[in-house]
């Protein structure tokens, strides 16, 4: 799987949107980027992931660069809610067609939104 | 919606007993993942399972061991624990898709005495 790089921490002002950027330069071509997050010793959280087009869902949003060297997921507005570690994965999409795939979590960023 | 579930949730064993911990899938999820956290440190993965099968191994100890019964739900063995064992540990599961968005439970926390 290819590593990502991402800051360690980051702040955002309740109701700003919050932008966490995240470098995957190794990516293949085959390689989805996955986004979770973690709140505190709760679960990790599935977000959204994507291959090369821009994707949206009720929670985020997740930009990729054309030449897919970087990513930025985005949370339109901010609440106290979405303190977490945000994980930026990169990986090939498991399933029945190419492998079970486990998710490698680097470092995150730790996003601290305040009021 | 039904979510992956987890138990028990909290677990406190000395050292060198054993442990069992529980996991039962979303509805219709197939495959199985277990994931270790200790204390300030990321997940990190320990072994899957789909369709009973053992589909893939991380860095997960000898004294552990794992299954995935008919019914798809999972357990976790552990014996021999130490120390070192205390952590969260995650199940997490996925449906049979091409693509498999993992969902996690809401951890167990063991803790070695």
């Known amino acids: 799987d290819a590593k990502t790089t991402q800051p360690p921490s980051m702040d955002c002002a309740e109701g700003r949107a919050a932008n966490l950027p995240c470098n995957h330069s190794?990516?293949?071509?085959?390689?989805?980027v996955y986004w979770y997050r973690q709140i505190h010793s709760q679960g990790p959280q599935y977000i959204i992931h994507g291959l090369k087009n821009n994707e949206t869902n009720e929670m985020a949003s997740l930009i990729i660069t054309e030449d897919r060297k970087s990513s930025t997921l985005i949370l339109p507005h901010a609440t106290l809610r979405d303190t977490a570690v945000y994980y930026c994965?990169?990986?090939?999409?498991?399933?029945?067609?190419?492998?079970?795939?486990?998710?490698?979590f680097g470092t995150g960023t730790r996003l601290l939104v305040s009021p | 919606a039904a979510g992956v579930i987890q138990s028990p949730r909290h677990l406190i064993k000395e050292k060198r007993e054993t442990a069992t911990l529980k996991c039962y899938p979303i509805p219709r999820h197939d495959t199985v993942y277990w994931y270790q956290q200790g204390p300030g440190q990321d997940p990190q993965f320990l072994i899957s399972?789909?369709?009973?099968?053992?589909?893939d191994k991380g860095s997960i100890p000898d004294r552990f061991s794992a299954q995935q019964f008919s019914d798809y739900h999972s357990e976790l063995n552990m014996s021999s624990l130490e120390l070192g064992d205390s952590a969260l540990y995650f199940c997490?599961?996925?449906?049979?898709?091409?693509?498999?968005?993992?969902?996690f439970g809401p951890g167990t926390r063991l803790t070695v005495l």
């Open positions: 994965i990169v990986r090939v999409a498991g399933g029945r067609n190419t492998g079970f795939q486990k998710l490698v």
């Open positions: 997490a599961s996925s449906p049979p898709a091409v693509t498999d968005t993992q969902y």
């Open positions: 190794t990516i293949s071509g085959n390689e989805y």
């Open positions: 399972f789909y369709e009973k099968m053992q589909s």
